[in-house]
């Protein structure tokens, strides 16, 4: 309100000092015209040197009456021929010693405003030469109240100032409306702050209220929000998957230890049984530490994607595992094409095939197939990797399960429960998506194992 109000004052306090130029100079322009038609009207009169002619002083009454202002004609001499004045002993009294009468009769237009001591306000002066021919007959005078021309701007100026006053006015009002708006709204987000602080991770703030900007900050509140809820609770469950998957193998371990101790002098096979079990144990919750570890870095990076060639990198996992799957006698077999560019995060497409290969090999009989499969269905900027086992397979509602933490399937008697888990969040942080899918039957099998596919974003696709 206050910018307003000093924008109002600066555009229309000059605005007012120009109307009252414009009226001035209007006012002037007309008194001159209208001097040198009543010169015209007294020429006769100021040639002659006779007597007034007939209708000159009602000539000049009449326009006192019509236009307010003061008729004053004199001769050479400076003395006055006519006015129009009620009383006529005016007329003959000397204004020669009137500047602007003086500059009349030497042929200068005067026109402009002085203080008058004998009347004692200022005048808005008008003096015109009467010429007859080349020849300087007298001239005419015209004065006008200065006031006049004030109180013909007072009006155009109420007007303005009331249109300015009403516009600040408007101004103000329509400010404090949308300040008002604009500061509860704040508010509101200023307390589910608050709230959020105080440790209510479900506070919330409407995204559909109030100006852009707001929205848009009310949209980033809630998605940071949901974000700090979301770590929140990974962190819970962490520690609650960590404390519970760990109570068990410490346990026995330390069991396993204090039965070694016991045994060390009675039955020492029995103890260096006892204590490669225990190494065995270490081993054991090593796995699942590094397991918990990777999903924990794997939940919190936000890391930028990189362009991984899927092919390549399969065709080297696939020779780096071939020499285990042999010592159980399972094969492993690449079907990719030359390239296959896809966006992932750097290591995750290797730790995900590792998981993969790792959990089919665990389930996969001797004399069986494991099969790594690259290929670009559609060509519609995905790339899928599939890896099939012909193990004992899963059922539908278990192949969902499977990807919880620490589920582990009933034909499973090793490992953590964390692999699958760490292959979807790997996935999902390269912005693919991870799924497991009981194999189709064919004509050469009997429908048994399981397809693992994960489909990632081509390269150079969104």
């Known amino acids: 309100m206050v910018i307003t109000l000093l924008v109002v004052l600066v555009q229309d306090i000059p605005l007012g000092n120009y109307l009252v130029r414009v009226e001035r100079d209007r006012l002037t322009t007309s008194l001159e015209r209208d001097a040198f038609l009543l010169g015209g009207r007294a020429r006769q009169l100021l040639e002659s040197g006779a007597g007034t002619p007939a209708g000159v002083d009602d000539v000049v009454r009449e326009y006192r009456q019509a236009s307010g202002a003061r008729v004053v004609i004199v001769n050479t001499a400076g003395t006055a021929v006519a006015t129009s004045d009620d009383d006529q002993s005016a007329t003959g009294s000397p204004y020669l010693s009137r500047p602007e009468i003086a500059a009349a009769l030497t042929g200068q237009i005067n026109s402009g405003q002085r203080h008058s001591e004998t009347l004692g306000f200022d005048l808005l002066y008008v003096t015109v030469p009467v010429l007859s021919g080349d020849k300087i007959t007298g001239a005419v005078r015209l004065t006008y109240p200065a006031s006049e021309v004030t109180d013909r701007v007072s009006g155009q100026l109420t007007v303005l100032w009331t249109v300015a006053g009403t516009t600040v006015l408007l101004a103000g009002m329509l400010a404090y409306l949308m300040a008002g708006a604009v500061t509860r709204r704040i508010k509101r987000l200023q307390k589910a702050t608050e709230v959020l602080a105080g440790g209510d991770l479900s506070a919330r703030t409407e995204e559909d209220e109030g100006a852009p900007e707001l929205r848009a900050l009310a949209r980033s509140f809630n998605r940071m929000a949901d974000r700090l809820e979301h770590l929140l609770q990974q962190q819970k469950g962490f520690a609650s998957d960590a404390s519970h998957q760990l109570r068990t193998p410490l346990t026995g371990l330390r069991l396993q230890l204090e039965n070694a101790a016991d045994s060390i002098g009675s039955d020492p096979d029995g103890a260096r049984i006892m204590v490669a079990d225990s190494l065995e144990e270490t081993y054991r919750l090593q796995r699942i530490i590094d397991g918990l570890l990777l999903l924990s870095r794997a939940d919190s990076r936000k890391v930028a994607l990189a362009s991984v060639d899927l092919a390549a990198v399969a065709s080297n996992r696939a020779e780096q595992w071939e020499a285990l799957a042999e010592e159980s006698g399972v094969r492993i077999a690449l079907d990719a094409p ?125």
């Open 338 to 462: 030359a390239q296959a560019q896809i966006k992932a995060m750097p290591g995750a497409a290797e730790q995900i095939i590792d998981n993969l290969i790792d959990n089919a090999l665990a389930v996969a009989p001797p004399g069986s197939l494991v099969r790594l499969e690259v290929s670009r269905p559609e060509n519609d900027g995905r790339i899928e990797l599939h890896i099939l086992d012909e193990g004992p397979g899963l059922s539908a509602e278990d192949c969902q399960r499977a990807f919880n933490r620490f589920w582990r399937g009933q034909a499973s008697t090793e490992g953590s429960g964390l692999g699958l888990a760490i292959v979807q969040q790997l996935a999902e942080a390269s912005g693919a998506t991870a799924s497991l899918a009981p194999r189709a039957p064919g004509p050469l099998k009997d429908g048994a194992g399981l397809d693992a596919c994960v489909t990632f974003r081509a390269a150079g696709h969104g």
